[in-house]
């Protein structure tokens, strides 16, 4: 069984930062992917930011050079910095990654719970 737990939400004043944090575990063989993305009730899940397993990243145009996605591939973790924060970032946000399970090279996409992320004065 593969598992992804998130961790650091928050409610934060606008101009304030967070760390949002994901940990995967259970029978992991690889992970390809990981990613972060974000929704609100009514709106369509958005897509943030990814990051290979080489550690090449990529961002939608509303958070670049405000936030900045890493992993770490020894803990298999994936983490989102998120600085200069607006009232419009506030969302619950979702982990994700792309996981190959003991014994097989075929992966899937995992998600974790989501946690809620608010900006606000």
């Known amino acids: 069984q593969v598992q992804l737990v998130e961790s650091g939400g928050g409610l934060v004043q606008p101009g304030g930062s967070l760390t949002l944090s994901c940990a995967a575990s259970?029978?992991?063989?690889?992970?390809?992917?990981m990613a972060w993305y974000r929704q609100n009730p009514g709106k369509q899940r958005e897509l943030v930011a990814t990051?290979?397993?080489?550690?090449?990243?990529n961002y939608t145009d509303s958070v670049k050079g405000r936030f900045t996605i890493s992993r770490d591939n020894a803990k298999n973790t994936v983490s989102l910095q998120m600085n200069s924060l607006k009232p419009e970032d506030t969302d619950v946000y979702y982990c994700?990654?792309?996981?190959?399970?003991?014994?097989?090279?075929?992966?899937?996409?995992?998600w974790g719970q989501g946690t809620q992320v608010t900006v606000s004065s």
């Open positions: 994700n990654a792309d996981i190959a399970r003991s014994g097989t090279w075929k992966t899937r996409v995992y």
């Open positions: 259970g029978s992991i063989f690889v992970i390809t992917n």
């Open positions: 990051v290979t397993s080489g550690g090449s990243t």
